[in-house]
């Protein structure tokens, strides 16, 4: 368990390091860039990108790992055959995949974003083309991670997209007014390539054998397979959502796709670092849980407290501090202070997405785990025909805030659902014990964004500079909330700061 924990504050360090570069390669594009329609063509190709990633980190990964994990503790497939057949035949589908992106982008690009303009169009194309050549490495990289998660390493996966995202920056700074946006793209796909010798040279290291071989056995394939076609649908649902909101907001204002990316990029900050960290390790125990019901019970309420604990405090700060924290990242270059002020007003309207996102991830890692990836996927589908309708009534009236609006409303949703699923199965104690919970999280939250409001509003700081006002606010927060968290919930105080030791019941 020792080494456990040291692993998990290597990652979360990781994930932080991952995630500010990340931002430091969206400052030096919206620098070199600004809310153009460069931009614009860049965050649409990407888009294709996350869209696999998210399949196959979240699709793939939640039906791979438990079944995986369960086999070798039950001493079956000892020799690899069936990761390696999975492995084998992903990079052949894709290899396909990637040949028929390339040559056909020109055809479908335009169909998922109609209301691109003439200036963004061609560029999109171009974008997508150059992402799609390399579409193997990419969704190998997200594969590997699977693989490193089920022998308990999570650090390589982490270097590996820390290598992807400097490599980004890298070719922006050197290469951006040679090659204009086509820099970052090379520098990305680049660095991921660094990142899959990495990943593979760990899993070496470890007791996993590559070969080539393509034979699984039949009762893993069979179920595999069942539970693997709704598992990747349900995990694109997300993505899809995504690909919606900017197939609307393409059909705006060019600069309307480069607000909501920059505010939605701040937003899955902390949902991302938690979902690579906290998450993917809490998901490994309930996995190796299934058959304990009262340690998988104690797992996923530890998982559902550390989310409130952690993203309800992260939710208000960003909602009153967020225009400083855009105007450091963003705000130089060709990104104008007009700018700042569209992402500020997206991301307010995206804020609530961080906290019941976080939360989601708990419910639905819970029921992956217990092999109910049909009842996730069903839940999921109706999230789309909700977006859908939300962009569709309220798009031509309100404008891309609307985009914003729907996907907070969608994640509400999703995160009410799936309460209901879940706890219908854990009882009603657990949903008792998890409602106690609440107030004394919920309160230390009031009492930090009443503490932050007084000194944004009520103190003279709004001519300093961003860092300096963000600095002040995020102090004032920090230090008010853990107060009001030990004094209100000490039990998770300790246990966020990783004070307090495992009593034994």
């Known amino acids: 368990m020792k080494k456990f924990k040291a692993t998990a504050i290597w990652s979360i360090l990781l994930a932080l390091v991952l995630k500010v570069s990340g931002l430091a390669r969206e400052s030096i594009v919206a620098k070199e860039f600004g809310a153009s329609a460069d931009t614009t063509a860049y965050y649409l190709a990407f888009s294709f990108i996350t869209l696999a990633t998210a399949m196959f980190s979240t699709g793939f990964n939640n039906v791979f790992l438990p079944m995986y994990v369960q086999r070798r503790k039950q001493g079956e497939d000892v020799s690899d055959r069936n990761a390696n057949s999975l492995l084998n035949i992903t990079i052949v589908i894709f290899g396909v995949i990637s040949v028929l992106g390339w040559l056909y982008a020109k055809w479908f690009v335009p169909i998922i974003f109609p209301g691109m303009s003439k200036t963004v169009e061609p560029v999109a194309v171009h974008v997508t083309q150059i992402f799609f050549i390399f579409m193997i490495p990419i969704v190998l990289s997200v594969l590997l991670d699977s693989y490193l998660q089920s022998r308990r390493i999570f650090v390589p996966s982490q270097s590996s997209k820390l290598i992807a995202t400097f490599m980004a920056i890298v070719f922006a700074i050197l290469f951006s007014h040679t090659w204009g946006i086509d820099a970052v793209a090379y520098g990305f796909v680049i660095g991921t390539l660094i990142g899959v010798v990495i990943q593979f040279l760990y899993l070496v290291k470890s007791d996993y054998k590559w070969k080539l071989e393509f034979n699984m056995d039949k009762e893993f394939k069979k179920a595999f397979v069942l539970l693997l076609i709704p598992s990747l649908l349900n995990s694109a649902v997300g993505q899809v959502n995504f690909l919606v909101n900017k197939s609307f907001a393409a059909g705006t204002f060019d600069a309307a796709v480069t607000y909501l990316n920059n505010a939605s990029m701040i937003v899955s900050i902390p949902t991302a670092i938690y979902s690579t960290t906290i998450v993917a390790m809490i998901f490994t125990l309930m996995s190796e849980q299934t058959q304990d019901k009262k340690a998988f019970g104690d797992t996923f309420y530890r998982g559902m407290e550390m989310s409130t604990v952690a993203l309800l405090p992260i939710s208000i700060g960003l909602i009153l501090a967020g225009d400083s924290v855009i105007s450091f990242i963003y705000e130089r270059g060709k990104f104008t202070a007009e700018n700042t002020h569209g992402t500020y007003m997206a991301l307010i309207w995206y804020t609530p997405t961080i906290f019941f996102q976080g939360m989601q991830l708990i419910l639905s890692k819970s029921m992956y785990a217990k092999g109910k990836t049909s009842t996730v996927f069903r839940i999921s589908v ?120 495992r009593r034994k019941k």
């Open 382 to 501: 109706t999230t789309i025909v909700l977006n859908l309708v939300l962009n569709w009534l309220l798009v031509d009236r309100f404008g891309y805030l609307a985009l914003a609006f729907a996907a907070s409303a969608v994640s509400v949703y999703f995160f009410v659902v799936s309460m209901i699923v879940v706890y219908k199965d854990l009882g009603k104690d657990e949903f008792k014990r998890f409602m106690r919970m609440i107030p004394k999280v919920l309160i230390p939250g009031a009492i930090m964004g009443l503490a932050v409001a007084a000194v944004k509003y009520l103190l003279p700081i709004g001519n300093l500079y961003s860092l300096i006002q963000l600095c002040i606010l995020g102090l004032v927060g920090v230090i008010v909330y853990a107060v009001a968290l030990k004094l209100i919930n000490p039990t998770a105080f300790h246990r966020l700061v990783g004070l307090s030791k």
